[in-house]
C-alpha cells in the first residue's frame, strides 16, 4: 500500500530550474520516490486534502545538494596531519596511516560518519573515490544516501590491492554486487595521472564504454603533478590524456587548479566535467582554480568538498560560498558567479556532471524526490531580500533541518532518521584511538 502524498510547504521554493526563479508560498508534493506536484499552496490544500501537509513556514526548499569529489570514509584521518604540501601530506602522513588501519570496517565506520555529517549538512548525492567498494555502497544505503562509489585504481599496492589489475578486478566485482539498487552507482577512479600507467588509463577507457560507466580522476591538482608529468613524459598531464582518449563527457576531473587557456578550450571541446574543491585547494595551498573562465567556456562545473582528512568539513555550504567568492576574487570580477549560478553548481551542475540530470539537481515534477529545507528564520540570515543569495553567502550547514532522498525522510528538524549519533560518535572514538597510537 502506497503511503499517502507528503505535500511540503515553505515560504519559498527554489526549483533551479529556471535559474534564479524563486517561487513564494507554493507547496512540493512528494509521491512515493517523486515529486508529483509543484502548485500554489492554498490550491494544493484542496487538490491533496488528504496527504500528509508539512508546513516550512521560514524555509527555502530546494534540491538536495551533490558533493562531486569526496573521500568520504577519510572522515576518520580528519585533523591527523595538517598545514603540509600535498605530496608530504600523502607520502609521509595519509598513505602510511591508510596502509595500517584502512579495512572494510574503516571504510564503513568513515563513510557512515562522513555521510551523517553531508546528511546534516544538505548534502543528498555524493560523489566517492576510496577503496573497500562494497563497504562504500553498504554505508549509503544504510545512510539512505544517493552514492557514487568511486573504485580507486593505482599502479602500486596498497592493504586493498596488488596492483591496477587487481583494483580493477574488484572494483567490477562490487560493481556487480549491487546491480539494481537504486541509490548506488559505480564509476573507475585512476586515482591520478602521475599513480597510473598509460597502458591502465587504455583499459579503464575501454571498460568505462563497454559498461556505460563514468571515470573520476585527480588532474592537474599542483604544479609538481604537471612538472612530474613534462619530465617523464614530455607533455603536460592533460595533453597525456587526451593522447590517450581520456578526455570525454564520462570524465569528472577532479580540481584542475592549472589549467591554461588552450587546456580550457580543451576541455570545453571534449565535455569534460570538473569537481571544484575550493576549500581543499586553499588548505593544500594548491592554488585558484579558474572557475569563471572555465564556465564561460562552457565547462560542467560541480562542487567537491574533497576528504575531511584535507578540507577539514564536508560542508557543501560553507564551500559554495567560498568557491563564489573565490570566483570573484580570481576573475577581479564581482560580477562572477552571481549567487544563482554558484547555487546550480552544487545542484544541478553536478547532477550533469553524474549523468544523472533526469533524475536529480532540481525541483521538476517527475524527478526524484532529493530535496532539503533550509531555516532562514536565524539572526545569521535576516533580515532577507533575496533567498537564493542569503543560502549562498549567509546561511550555514546548522541551518538545513529536513532532508530527503529518494522520497525517504533522512533528517527531521536536524534530527537524523537513519543513522544513529552516537553509535556515530563511539566508532569514530573507537578510530581515534586505534590511529593515535604511534
Not at 34 to 45: D, V
Not at 90 to 101: F, M, Q, R, T, V
Request: with cysteine.
Amino acid at each position: 500500500m502506497m503511503p499517502k502524498p507528503l505535500c511540503l510547504h515553505p515560504r519559498w521554493l527554489i526549483p533551479v530550474e529556471p535559474r534564479g526563479c524563486v517561487l513564494e508560498n507554493h507547496a512540493l508534493v512528494i509521491e512515493g520516490e517523486r515529486i508529483a506536484a509543484i502548485l500554489p499552496g492554498t490550491e494544493a490544500r484542496t487538490k491533496y486534502a488528504d496527504a500528509t501537509h508539512l508546513k516550512l513556514n521560514e524555509h527555502a526548499l530546494l534540491p538536495g545538494l551533490i558533493n562531486l569529489h569526496a573521500h568520504s570514509a577519510m572522515s576518520l584521518l580528519r585533523g591527523l596531519a595538517d598545514d603540509l604540501a600535498l605530496m608530504d601530506w600523502l607520502s609521509n602522513h595519509i598513505w602510511p596511516a591508510e596502509g595500517k588501519h584502512v579495512s572494510d570496517e574503516f571504510v564503513f565506520d568513515g563513510t557512515v560518519h562522513a555521510m551523517a555529517e553531508m546528511i546534516r549538512g544538505g548534502t543528498t548525492t555524493v560523489n566517492d573515490m576510496y577503496f573497500h567498494h562494497e563497504a562504500v555502497a553498504r554505508a549509503g544505503l544504510t545512510a539512505g544516501m544517493r552514492t557514487v562509489v568511486g573504485c580507486t585504481v593505482l599502479e602500486f599496492p596498497t592493504g586493498y590491492g596488488l596492483n591496477a589489475n587487481d583494483y580493477i578486478g574488484k572494483a567490477l566485482a562490487a560493481r556487480d554486487s549491487f546491480t539494481g539498487e537504486a541509490l548506488v552507482k559505480f564509476s573507475l577512479a585512476p586515482h591520478a595521472p602521475y599513480t597510473v600507467a598509460d597502458e591502465t588509463f587504455r583499459k579503464i577507457i575501454t571498460l568505462a564504454e563497454q559498461l556505460d560507466i563514468g571515470i573520476h580522476c585527480h588532474i592537474h591538482e599542483t604544479t609538481d603533478e604537471i612538472e612530474g608529468s613534462l619530465k617523464q613524459y614530455g607533455v603536460r598531464p592533460l595533453e597525456r590524456l587526451r593522447n590517450l582518449g581520456l578526455l570525454g563527457p564520462n570524465l569528472i576531473a577532479a580540481h584542475v587548479v592549472h589549467a591554461t587557456d588552450a587546456e580550457i578550450s580543451l576541455l570545453a571541446k571534449h565535455g569534460v566535467n570538473i569537481a571544484h574543491n575550493p576549500a581543499s585547494n586553499l588548505k593544500l595551498a594548491s592554488g585558484f582554480a579558474r572557475i569563471h573562465t572555465m564556465q564561460a567556456a562552457g565547462i560542467q562545473v560541480g562542487i567537491g568538498t574533497d576528504g575531511a582528512a584535507s578540507n577539514n568539513k564536508l560542508d557543501l555550504l560553507g564551500d559554495l560560498r567560498l568557491a563564489a567568492i573565490l570566483a570573484k576574487a580570481e576573475s577581479t570580477n564581482p560580477e562572477a558567479m552571481p549567487a544563482a549560478a554558484a547555487l546550480e553548481m552544487a545542484t544541478l551542475s553536478g547532477a550533469r556532471a553524474l549523468g544523472m540530470d533526469k533524475q536529480i539537481g532540481s525541483l521538476l515534477v517527475g524527478k526524484q524526490a532529493d530535496i532539503i529545507a533550509v531555516n532562514l528564520s536565524s539572526i545569521e540570515t535576516q533580515p532577507l531580500y533575496d533567498p537564493i543569495s542569503q543560502l549562498v553567502y549567509a546561511a550555514g550547514r546548522e541551518q538545513v533541518s529536513h532532508v530527503w532522498v529518494n522520497g525517504r525522510m533522512l533528517m527531521e528538524n536536524r534530527e537524523l532518521t537513519t543513522l544513529n549519533a552516537g553509535q556515530i560518535l563511539a566508532r569514530a572514538h573507537h578510530w581515534r584511538e586505534r590511529i593515535a597510537v604511534k
